[in-house]
């Protein structure tokens, strides 16, 4: 008994040596990484540039503006070419003019230091969805990065192009942002309910999606695209822009197989007869194709163009929602939301959007980077 | 039990004294992985930009287009000047510079990463249109040429790097030039090699391997090969690969793979071709070389397609006088301008002839005069004159001392064909058998 407790004690002693053996903690040996120089290199083909993108966006915004493409960045499944650098200099100079600077003004530095994003990624091509036969023009992810595709596109003398292309699709992305940081208010998810199209939103007639509220085709596709869709074309387009989709959010559509034809590629928002009663054949005419006259008592009509004698009758507007209303509607619960939750004030936002885009100086802009010392 | 604990106790022992604290391996590399990935960016940069940084690149997009030649110079500080010429950029020689750099991606990759006109058009998902497609060739998938603008760097030396194509993996080579190389003038050598090898008269080629076999070759002025076994089926063992010419010959884009006449023997594999200037023919890279001629010039000669123009300024001897004479006597006889003679193949008579033309004021005289050809070797050909002409040579014929001379000289003999060129051989000289100094030459129409 004495030698079995003599030998249980020493199985334990040994077993608790074994436990007890340790290994130290290994020190941190050096970085296994090379030492490489982050300064900008002066006889480098794009020091200038690369200078000035590290003034005007990465020491005051932490945001790297990539114009050098990085595939690895990018949906590897498209095929993307990088921007030219002469575009990326204007798209450069010109982002800080008309967003940044923008931002600077009515919301302070702080504002975009805090919510902007923190990579800009410039994309020479589009980047084509073959399936769909549609194209992205922006992305952006986790709020971190906007990719701007058909950089190469840029014709700086055209500010709508301009807006289309990049601007808009900034302000766009940038909606995104915002509303993934502090939620799109309920009131706007139930504006339009039950009138996005994941799916067929491309194939639809811009006009007709108008009529329902719904300020673009791209909006029509979830209700979170209509949020960034409404912020994103009140703040860029111009007063006749907006005046024209008002004008075709006010009318009534329909297509040839009916107001709510699917396949349809266009829609109509005129009869040769009034109410359409052609016996078997119903006859539209486009909105260019009519002209408003009057008759001799003063009386407006409308009539073709190319047949004056001939009177055209408007689509009465039976989808059952007010356009107009619903997207000034939209605009104001937008409004609201940049108040209550940003402190911004959207209309002063749009104002000076609009006030730079039509005033901007293209050789100004770019003399800052050119006089980079 | 005492067994058991003793058992027990030996077990913890030996455990605990092999129990090692080391937890590391042993070190296979002197550094770690990033050190050496930035080892070999470092490597690759210099390498690029060694001895002025010139090359020239093959560079390949997919396998239904040509190659295409551009000249690449890298500069240290990032930039990199492209200089190439080819449909896509309106067939003409142009440069444009625009950044470059090693980055590690996939390995040491060589990025160029702000667009340049003259070459990211390949890499341009927007459809490209051919200047010389028809319309409803335009193609917009999205995925326009295939071409890659970033390139994984896979082995290099000073006159080679071997590049691999990190989107679409097509394998390009970098081959060094001389710092002093003028970018328009290698691609007009370039050029001249195309001229060199493809005339669009000559439609097909003959690539005839070690053991004689010959397939017939088309389509090679579009860069793009079709051949198939003369001995075979021109259908059913048909097969295409595209190439690229360079200053020095051709290189297909992956081996091409001739089917043999014999149904289930091994294809041929042909990858590259040397130019031969001694004899104008494409031999290939390789220890039994195969080659690639023009049919043969006795072929060419009397093929009905063809049309071969007296080039009376390099013709020698008799045939020359006698061109001169005829065009002496008309002018004395008639006062027209003597303007050419032509060998060519009359359809409506079935029969070679030689065809000449005068004029006077704004009219112009022709006339046939017919012979048949015999070929009796691959570069002879004999003539015979049947005295057959159509009522336009009626009169020279008769009344034009001369051209009977001509026609007399043309049949005395047989006549040995000889080109500087057997791929392409646009000229040719006819050389009497009976007399060497008696040479007419003739240019392809």
Redesign the interface.
């Known amino acids: 008994m004495k030698t079995m407790k003599y030998l249980s004690s020493l199985a334990v002693a040994a077993i608790a040596l074994l436990g007890a053996t340790s290994c130290s903690e290994d020190e941190l040996g050096p970085t296994i990484f090379p030492d490489v120089a982050d300064e900008l290199d002066p006889n480098s083909y794009t020091y200038k540039f690369d200078k000035w993108l590290k003034e005007s966006y990465l020491t005051p915004y932490n945001l790297d503006f990539r114009y050098k493409m990085q595939d690895v960045g990018t949906d590897m499944n498209y095929n993307l070419v990088p921007a030219t650098y002469d575009k990326a200099v204007d798209l450069a100079v010109l982002t800080k003019y008309l967003w940044f600077d923008v931002y600077d003004k009515l919301a302070g530095e702080e504002f975009l230091k805090s919510y902007g994003p923190r990579i800009i990624h410039l994309i020479g091509s589009p980047a084509f969805q073959p399936q769909t036969g549609t194209m992205v023009l922006g992305l952006a992810e986790g709020g971190i990065k906007v990719s701007l595709f058909r950089v190469n596109e840029l014709d700086n003398t055209n500010f709508a192009m301009m807006n289309n292309f990049y601007f808009k699709t900034m302000h766009h992305e940038f909606a995104h942002i915002l509303h993934q940081t502090k939620t799109i208010p309920t009131d706007f998810s139930q504006i339009s309910n039950g009138k996005y199209d994941d799916n067929n939103w491309q194939d639809q007639w811009e006009p007709r999606i108008n009529s329902l509220g719904i300020v673009t085709n791209y909006g029509s596709s979830q209700m979170r695209e209509d949020f960034a869709e409404t912020i994103a074309n009140y703040i860029t387009l111009t007063d006749e822009q907006w005046e024209s989709i008002y004008k075709y959010a006010a009318r009534g559509w329909e297509a040839p197989g009916g107001v709510d034809d699917a396949d349809a590629s266009v829609y109509f928002c005129w009869y040769y007869y009034k109410d359409n009663d052609a016996a078997n054949e119903k006859s539209y005419a486009t909105d260019d194709q009519v002209v408003e006259g009057t008759d001799d008592k003063g009386n407006v009509t409308y009539s073709l163009r190319n047949s004056p004698s001939t009177v055209v009758y408007p689509v009465p507007d039976k989808d059952g929602v007010d356009g107009v209303a619903t997207l000034k509607l939209k605009i104001n619960v937008c409004r609201t939301w940049f108040k209550d939750e940003w402190g911004l004030d959207l209309d002063a936002l749009r104002e000076e959007v609009q006030k730079r885009q039509k005033s901007y100086d293209m050789e100004a802009l770019r003399k800052q980077v050119d006089e980079v010392e | 039990?005492?067994r058991f604990?003793?058992i027990?106790?030996m077990l913890?022992?030996v455990?605990?004294a092999t129990?090692s604290?080391k937890?590391?391996v042993e070190d296979i590399f002197d550094s770690?992985?990033?050190?050496r990935t930035?080892?070999a960016m470092d490597e690759y940069t210099a390498a690029l930009t060694a001895n002025g940084g010139k090359w020239v690149l093959e560079y390949f997009t997919n396998s239904g287009e040509p190659g295409y030649v551009y000249v690449f110079t890298f500069?240290?500080?990032?930039?990199v000047t492209i200089s190439g010429k080819n449909k896509w950029i309106g067939n003409a020689f142009k440069s444009e510079?625009?950044?470059w750099?090693v980055?590690s991606?996939n390995g040491p990759v060589l990025?160029?990463?702000?667009?340049?006109?003259i070459f990211?058009l390949f890499?341009?998902?927007?459809n490209v249109i051919d200047p010389e497609a028809s319309s409803d060739e335009i193609d917009e998938?999205?995925?326009?040429h295939?071409g890659d603008?970033?390139f994984m760097l896979m082995e290099a030396n000073d006159q080679v790097i071997r590049l691999k194509g990190?989107?679409w993996g097509v394998t390009h080579y970098l081959r060094h030039l001389d710092s002093e190389t003028d970018d328009a003038a290698y691609i007009a050598q370039v050029d001249d090699m195309k001229a060199k090898l493809f005339n669009a008269k000559f439609k097909t080629l003959i690539l005839t391997d070690a053991t004689g076999e010959r397939f017939v070759l088309s389509d090679g002025i579009k860069g793009v090969f079709s051949g198939y076994p003369e001995a075979g089926d021109a259908i059913t063992q048909v097969s295409s690969a595209n190439f690229i010419v360079t200053a020095t010959g051709i290189r297909f884009m992956n081996s091409f793979e001739l089917m043999r006449a014999k149904v289930g023997a091994d294809p041929l594999e042909v990858k590259e071709f040397t130019y031969n200037a001694e004899d104008g023919s494409l031999v290939e890279v390789s220890e039994t070389p195969t080659i690639i001629t023009a049919p043969s010039f006795s072929t060419l000669f009397t093929d009905q397609t063809l049309s071969w123009k007296v080039d009376n300024t390099t013709s020698t001897g008799q045939p020359a006088t006698l061109y001169t004479a005829v065009a002496d006597e008309i002018k004395a006889e008639l006062k027209e301008t003597f303007r050419q003679f032509v060998f060519t193949y009359d359809k409506t008579v079935g029969k070679g002839s030689l065809s000449f033309q005068s004029s006077y004021r704004n009219k112009t005289y022709k006339g046939n005069i017919y012979f048949t050809a015999e070929t009796p070797a691959d570069n002879e050909v004999k003539f015979t004159f049947d005295g057959t002409y159509d009522s336009g040579a009626k009169y020279y014929y008769e009344n034009i001392a001369a051209l009977k001379q001509l026609v007399e000289l043309l049949q005395s003999t047989t006549w040995t064909l000889q080109s500087a060129s057997r791929i392409a051989p646009a000229t040719m000289q006819l050389v009497s058998q009976a007399n060497a100094g008696d040479v007419l030459v003739v240019n392809v129409q």
């Open positions: 039990m005492k604990l003793y027990a106790t913890a022992a455990a605990t129990t604290c937890s590391e770690s992985a990033a050190e930035q080892q500069h240290e500080n990032g930039s510079t625009s950044a750099e980055i991606d990025t160029l990463n702000t667009y340049n006109t990211h890499a341009n998902p927007d998938t999205g995925y326009g295939y603008y970033e990190k989107k």
